[in-house]
């Protein structure tokens, strides 16, 4: 009997069809942009995160959109170009150099990939799975991702985190010292998370170097327009459309977004894709990043968030463009029947 075909690998690859398409003409994209910044523009509802104290200093009316296609080109309105850390929307991509040094099989067994139901910062998800594994999108299973990183040092993991998301980004990305310094000084939290996994045997290397690492990753500097080609990268089978650069496999990105869809929007994932019907990935600090695979990625910012921890204005700006731009990947129209369909019938 011969050997089962490792997932992630495909012999008849060059014969294989996958999802693709593409967004509307430039000026349609370029209005509905415009549209969507100047309907939710005014929005005031939500709270800034002030338990991480740098956080709370964010301006509430900052809002920026970017959409990037899977091409590069890019749209993009309001403060798209304003700097802030990136938080959560770090673990897709961490995830993906993870899954591109290791496979995506050993990824699962040593992180786990079905949604917990649970707050991102759950500790009850650990315990209520008998193998202690959770996802890599929330804070459990993202620090054990990060305890996964190559490195003989804090210094080493932490330099081939920067390196890959940058590469991700198409530029060097920056940390924000003052963020990290106030995340270090109160992430007490995740510390104890990162023991529990210690006692588990679900983290990978000394639980205090993943927690260093996770919080230099989660303070790096990006922009909504950094985002939204990150996301393009993921689309685009792995190659980053501004600078041409493979940056992981067209396999790592399916499995990453796949972990996203399911899981990218914690206990609100299954809300998210009934209504947006795309993999996504929110942050504390107001940042949602939304991939259309094969056409592009959407990015937003605008700090506010709801009670879940999702930007308010984001996710209306969201769901506004996926269903303008024809992103949500659940949407068919009937077939015309006759000719050969008739025919087979």
Partial sequence: MSEPTPRGTDPDAGEAYVSTGSLPARDQVIALVTAAHGRFTREASGKIADYIPALAEADPAHFGICVTNARGETFAVGEADHSFSIQSVSKPFVFALVCEALGPDEGE??????ATGQPFNSVMAIELRANRTTNPMVNSGAIATTSLVAGASAED????????????????????ERVYASEAATNERNAGIAHLLRGYGRIYCDPDEAIEVYTRQCS???TARDLAT???????GGVNPATGERVVSAGTCRHVLAVMATAGLYEHSGHWLFDVGLPGKSGVSGGIITVAPGKGALA??????D????????????RFLSERLGLNLFVSAPVERGGASRAQS
């Avoid at 390196?163 to 991700?168: A, E, K, N, Y």
């Avoid at 990150?230 to 685009?236: D, I």
């Avoid at 009670?307 to 969201?318: D, H, K, P």
């Fill in 109 to 114: 067994r040593l992180l786990g990939v079905d």
């Fill in 157 to 176: 993991r932490w330099s081939r985190v920067r390196d890959g998301l940058s590469r991700f980004a198409g530029r060097r990305l920056e940390l924000d």
């Fill in 220 to 222: 790096l500097l990006v």
């Fill in 230 to 236: 990150m996301g393009a990268t993921l689309a685009a």
């Fill in 300 to 305: 937003t910012y605008s700090p506010p968030l």
């Fill in 307 to 318: 009670e879940a921890g999702n930007s308010v204005r984001g996710l209306l700006a969201t």
